[in-house]
């Protein structure tokens, strides 16, 4: 994980430097991808339970997921977030919140009635590792990058930013190289934007486990959650892929190939090799 922010470091400080080289004035995109930051930042509890039809519960609308969630914080030492609930058939979960404070815990209709309380507490504890770690304002930072190369590479498109450096047809097109670094660069920081979220849900699995002590009921609630996807709808499930980034478990996940560069999530088999070799540690199957 800090060879990967590392190197997102290091894009940013190189396409910054190729910038001010070809002599292009991109404060007017970095302020607005400064102000999209800003917004996804402060606001992403708030979105998320919007775009994801969340509602807020009270201990007394949801006394048993209030129950875990108490018990998961108390071990842990940590904020007891807020508790929501979406209703979707859609198997899973996910958290969101700048910090502890702002933190917000949110499960689907649907994994409330497949998952027993054992498998849902390790699901619980996977997701106040998220909260722990603030890695929703890792992701968020982490995806500046991408925002501005991506916001670049549409001004170069169409409002054809920069001429022809030294004048006449024999100069360098300057919005020509903007457009292919801009591109690259998002290339680039896309890609590694999602192998740093592969890493931060096998750090939350191992930090779920641990907590929990029973990672043999968090590879339960993976497997269950991954096979009964098969059964959802295809049209929920594309209703709900865009969100793949916040979900325990992603909606639509492909096999062992390229595909997996692009994943926000590792493959189920690594997770679940992942939570083994823990059981093998606590001595627990």
């Given at each position: 994980?800090?060879?990967?922010?590392?190197?997102?470091?290091?894009?940013?400080?190189?396409?910054?430097?190729?910038?001010?080289?070809?002599?292009?004035?991109?404060?007017?995109?970095?302020?607005?991808?400064?102000?999209?930051?800003?917004?996804?930042?402060?606001?992403?509890?708030?979105?998320?339970?919007?775009?994801?039809?969340?509602?807020?519960?009270?201990?007394?609308?949801?006394?048993?997921?209030?129950?875990?969630?108490?018990?998961?914080?108390?071990?842990?030492?940590m904020?007891?977030?807020?508790?929501?609930?979406?209703?979707?058939?859609?198997?899973?979960?996910?958290?969101?919140?700048?910090?502890?404070?702002?933190?917000?815990?949110?499960?689907?209709?649907?994994?409330?009635?497949?998952?027993?309380?054992?498998?849902?507490?390790?699901?619980?504890?996977?997701?106040?590792?998220?909260?722990?770690?603030?890695?929703?304002?890792?992701?968020?930072?982490?995806?500046?990058?991408?925002?501005?190369?991506?916001?670049?590479?549409?001004?170069?498109?169409?409002?054809?930013?920069?001429?022809?450096?030294?004048?006449?047809?024999?100069?360098?097109?300057?919005?020509?190289?903007?457009?292919?670094?801009?591109?690259?660069?998002?290339?680039v920081?896309?890609?590694?934007?999602?192998?740093?979220?592969?890493?931060?849900?096998?750090?939350?699995?191992?930090?779920?486990?641990?907590?929990?002590?029973?990672?043999?009921?968090?590879?339960?609630?993976?497997t269950?959650?991954?096979?009964d996807?098969?059964?959802?709808?295809?049209?929920?499930?594309?209703e709900?892929e865009?969100?793949?980034?916040?979900?325990?478990?992603?909606?639509?996940?492909?096999?062992?190939?390229?595909?997996?560069?692009?994943?926000?999530?590792?493959?189920?088999?690594?997770?679940?090799?992942?939570?083994?070799?823990?059981?093998?540690?606590?001595?627990?199957g």
């Open positions: 994980m800090v060879a990967t922010m590392f190197l997102l470091g290091l894009l940013y400080v190189v396409f910054v430097g190729v910038l001010i080289a070809l002599g292009v004035r991109a404060l007017t995109v970095l302020v607005l991808a400064g102000g999209l930051l800003l917004v996804q930042y402060f606001l992403s509890d708030r979105i998320a339970l919007f775009a994801m039809h969340g509602r807020e519960v009270s201990p007394q609308e949801a006394p048993e997921l209030h129950g875990l969630i108490d018990r998961l914080c108390a071990l842990a030492d904020p007891k977030p807020r508790v929501a609930i979406a209703e979707s058939d859609v198997p899973n979960a996910f958290a969101t919140g700048r910090n502890q404070k702002k933190a917000v815990v949110c499960v689907t209709t649907g994994i409330l009635r497949r998952l027993e309380p054992q498998e849902l507490e390790g699901v619980l504890a996977h997701e106040l590792s998220h909260v722990a770690h603030r890695d929703v304002a890792v992701m968020t930072i982490a995806s500046f990058l991408g925002i501005v190369a991506g916001l670049m590479t549409r001004v170069a498109l169409y409002t054809g930013i920069g001429g022809r450096r030294g004048g006449g047809q024999g100069g360098v097109p300057v919005g020509a190289i903007i457009l292919l670094v801009s591109a690259l660069v998002y290339a920081s896309f890609l590694l934007t999602r192998a740093l979220s592969r890493y931060r849900e096998l750090a939350a699995d191992r930090a779920g486990a641990l907590l929990t002590q029973r990672p043999s009921a968090l590879a339960g609630a993976l269950k959650i991954t096979g996807m098969a059964r959802i709808p295809t049209r929920d499930l594309r709900a865009p969100y793949n980034a916040f979900y325990f478990a992603p909606a639509l996940a492909g096999g062992r190939s390229i595909a997996t560069l692009f994943a926000t999530h590792p493959p189920l088999e690594r997770r679940l090799e992942q939570l083994a070799a823990i059981s093998k540690q606590l001595g627990r």
